[in-house]
């Protein structure tokens, strides 16, 4: 069982708010991940980061912003969601020093901006 | 750039009867390959991996996966499927040697009927 969680699990919030989507792992991974699954869509890499203090962009452009300032702790924000960034966020860990095998998954989070 | 191809959008079989998830990929050197399940309203779990050795690897839940480099493909099966495994399956391939930075592909969705 992955050690991998995202708060909350469901948002609904009014256009120009502006959210934070929590993602934590408590297996001590160095790597971690966003993407973000449109519904009967695939999912694309939007942001990840190799270790604390460092965050790259994905493939996918996005609007949001991320952090690292702890080697657990991955937020990922919107300064002022709009109704486009209606869609499932989906985060990831993976450990290199493991031989980085395996991306372990969290629940998501689906976000609703009306 | 690596893509992942799975033609098939959505898939409805009879419980009990066999099943084979296809996917290909265009990668540029041997890829990572993975299948991720994915059930409503959840995350993803890993079904099963392909780094090198064997072609063929057993997963969970009675699921295996062949890869045929000369095909680019890494089709997923399974002899006799169950109610339980009605969801959404991803493939993927990871970057270079890792499980870093999937790409995935657009999803298949199956359907068992009783």
């Known amino acids: 069982e992955a050690d991998i969680y995202q708060t909350p699990r469901y948002l609904v919030i009014g256009t120009g708010k502006k959210i934070t989507l929590e993602c934590s792992q408590t297996?001590?991974?160095?790597?971690m991940y966003w993407y973000q699954q449109d519904p009967g869509m695939e999912l694309h890499l939007i942001h990840y980061?190799?270790?604390?203090?460092?965050?790259e962009k994905g493939d996918l452009s996005s609007e949001s912003t991320v952090s690292r300032i702890r080697t657990e702790h991955f937020p990922l924000t919107l300064e002022s969601a709009r109704p486009s960034h209606t869609s499932q966020y989906l985060c990831?860990?993976?450990?290199?020093?493991?031989?980085?095998?395996?991306?372990?998954f969290g629940q998501g989070t689906r976000l609703t901006v009306v | 750039a690596q893509s992942v191809t799975q033609p098939d959008i959505h898939i409805t079989v009879s419980e009990g009867a066999s099943l084979e998830l296809r996917c290909n990929y265009s990668?540029?050197?041997?890829?990572?390959l993975f299948w991720y399940v994915q059930s409503p309203g959840q995350g993803l779990q890993l079904l099963l991996k392909?780094?090198?050795?064997?072609?063929l690897v057993q997963g969970i839940k009675g699921f295996e996966a062949e890869f045929k480099r000369s095909q680019s493909s890494f089709n997923l099966r399974k002899p006799s499927v169950h109610w339980s495994d009605a969801a959404e399956y991803f493939c993927?391939?990871?970057?270079?040697?890792?499980?870093?930075?999937?790409?995935f592909g657009t999803g298949t969705r199956l359907q068992v009927t009783l």
């Open positions: 993927a391939v990871g970057a270079p040697g890792t499980a870093s930075k999937l790409t």
């Open positions: 297996m001590g991974h160095d790597k």
């Open positions: 980061s190799y270790g604390v203090n460092s965050t």
């Open positions: 990668y540029g050197a041997t890829p990572y």
């Open positions: 392909y780094f090198s050795g064997d072609t």
């Open positions: 990831a860990s993976s450990e290199p020093r493991a031989g980085d095998t395996e991306a372990f």
